[in-house]
């Protein structure tokens, strides 16, 4: 069983820079994708960045010139890098990662806080 552990959230002042690690305890390149989730107060969660085994990236429209997502699979490792952060920014921060086997499996890290304030 791969267990992803998130890390790198925190406080930040609006305009400021966060990065993100979602580090898996096993191999990464059996994953077709990986996302990072989002979750504020009183919100549903929503989908900010995903990236394919093949490095194709998508972005929430919100986020889109401001994150960048990437993956090492070396290192076993997904980045969610987060420029010019605003309030709204604020949320839980959750990696999920999917693997094909007789049916689509799901893992999810346990999160990380996420604070844009000044």
């Known amino acids: 069983q791969v267990q992803l552990v998130e890390s790198g959230g925190g406080l930040v002042q609006p305009g400021g820079s966060l990065r993100l690690s979602c580090t898996a305890s096993?191999?990464?390149?059996?994953?077709?994708?990986m996302i990072w989730y989002r979750q504020a107060p009183g919100k549903q969660r929503e989908v900010v960045a995903s990236i394919s085994s093949a490095g194709r990236t998508n972005y929430a429209d919100s986020v889109k010139g401001r994150f960048t997502v990437s993956r090492d699979n070396p290192k076993n490792t997904m980045y969610l890098q987060m420029n010019s952060l605003k309030p709204e920014d604020t949320a839980v921060y959750y990696c999920?990662?999917?693997?094909?086997?007789?049916?689509?499996?799901?893992?999810w890290g346990q999160g990380t806080q996420v604070t844009v304030s000044s």
């Open positions: 999920n990662a999917k693997k094909r086997d007789l049916a689509i499996v799901d893992y």
């Open positions: 096993g191999s990464i390149a059996s994953f077709y994708v």
